[in-house]
């Protein structure tokens, strides 16, 4: 199977950074889509970021131009950078693993099989 941990979540200003990791054991990332998902209380859990196996990058219209996305086959580790923080990015964050769903249904949290068990981001203002 694969095992995903999250890290880096942590406290920061409005309009700071911060960057989440996810280190993945037991599978290779670069033979994955990996993705980004956050949730905060009261809501669904809401895509954010992925990336294919071909290296395609896809982004959530509320993060674009903010997070990146990338992944690090050496480290077997995908990391999502964020930029210009808001208080609404402010939620827990979690990565996600899949490597036999259809093409376009990376967006949707019920196509991942694998997921970590998540790491809070807060963002003060």
């Known amino acids: 199977q694969m095992q995903l941990v999250e890290s880096g979540g942590g406290l920061v200003q409005t309009g700071g950074s911060l960057r989440v990791s996810c280190v993945a054991s037991g599978r290779t990332v670069s033979s994955y889509v990996m993705g980004w998902f956050r949730q905060s209380p009261g809501k669904e859990r809401e895509f954010v970021a992925a990336i294919t196996w071909s290296g395609g990058i896809y982004y959530a219209d509320s993060v674009k131009g903010r997070f990146t996305i990338s992944r690090d086959d050496a480290k077997n580790t995908v990391y999502l950078q964020m930029k210009n923080l808001k208080p609404e990015d402010t939620a827990v964050y979690y990565c996600?693993?899949?490597?036999?769903?259809?093409?376009?249904?990376?967006?949707?949290?019920?196509?991942?099989?694998?997921w970590g068990q998540g790491t809070q981001v807060t963002v003060s203002s």
């Open positions: 996600a693993a899949d490597r036999d769903m259809y093409t376009g249904s990376w967006y949707y949290s019920a196509e991942y099989d694998y």
